[in-house]
């Protein structure tokens, strides 16, 4: 059988081949697989049909290797003449850290432990020592400005650390979590913990974590964790220092209250 082949390489799913016909014409969209059992004759599976109308368009529904064939296989037409183009699809929504942490509403944590020197805190500060200077620091002198009891983990989150115990000790001296998420902090083997569901995040289904994403996106936390990118979050990229330590404030002062 006669047709025509036009192999597309690589396409991402969700863009649009788009095939421009002269003549009606049998338009197939295949994988590398099942292209070559069309061309030998074989039984296979493609996208497309009969295109009756110019242009078509296919929506390539997975990444990978595509090709497009066009055939006059059960036409009346002796020949065609083709085009095909790939169209990007339509960019994905933009994604950001949804809600204000103001809007969490949490009970208060029951019976916090006190740490060594036998105190509690109302925050802690968890974050990897790239973070240090330029969100850690930062936040921990703006939310003692404002009158919170803030424990900073002084020691960072070194290669080789527990970061679930770590965190897990915090939250146990402290009411909230601020916990700076970022590539160097997943860098240093948190995911495989998964925090037991991120640990301490809630109490009674109420969340106790205040997560940061620093030069991070909400795509790259889901890859690592997608219980951790529905948390309500702020991100570096869209707030302050100062934006975020006044939400965290409100969040505290709020438990406080009840």
């Known amino acids: 059988m006669n047709f025509l082949k036009y192999d597309l390489g690589n396409v991402e799913k969700g863009s649009m081949v788009v095939v421009t016909l002269s003549t009606g014409a049998n338009v197939r969209l295949m994988d590398s697989a099942n292209f070559n059992s069309y061309r030998q004759g074989r039984r296979h599976r493609f996208y497309g049909g009969l295109a009756k109308v110019s242009p078509s368009r296919i929506v390539v529904p997975s990444t990978r290797h595509w090709y497009v064939t066009i055939d006059l296989a059960g036409l009346r037409a002796s020949s065609v003449r083709a085009s095909v183009n790939v169209e990007?699809?339509?960019?994905?929504?933009?994604?950001?850290?949804?809600?204000?942490?103001?809007?969490i509403r949490t009970e208060p944590p029951v019976r916090l432990t006190p740490d060594e020197s036998g105190q509690t805190w109302d925050v802690f500060i968890s974050h990897a020592g790239e973070d240090k200077a330029s969100v850690a620091l930062p936040l921990y002198k703006a939310l003692t400005e404002r009158g919170l009891k803030v424990w900073l983990?002084?020691?960072e989150l070194s290669i080789g650390d527990s970061?679930?115990?770590?965190?897990?000790?915090?939250?146990?001296?402290?009411?909230?979590?601020?916990?700076?998420?970022?590539?160097?902090?997943f860098a240093k083997g948190w995911p495989q913990y998964e925090l037991d569901g991120i640990v301490g995040m809630s109490i009674a289904g109420k969340q106790r974590m205040l997560p940061?994403?620093?030069?991070?996106?909400?795509?790259?936390?889901?890859?690592?964790?997608?219980?951790?990118?529905?948390?309500?979050?702020?991100?570096?990229?869209?707030s302050t220092i100062a934006e975020i330590a006044d939400e965290i404030v409100q969040v505290v002062r709020d438990v406080d209250a009840t």
């Open 88 to 103: 990007p699809g339509a960019l994905r929504p933009l994604r950001s850290a949804d809600g204000s942490l103001a809007g």
């Open 163 to 185: 970061l679930r115990r770590k965190i897990d000790y915090g939250l146990a001296h402290s009411s909230f979590g601020v916990v700076v998420f970022s590539k160097s902090f």
């Open 212 to 238: 940061i994403w620093h030069e991070i996106s909400k795509d790259e936390i889901e890859s690592q964790s997608p219980s951790l990118a529905d948390k309500i979050a702020r991100t570096t990229a869209t």
């Open 153 to 155: 983990d002084k020691g």
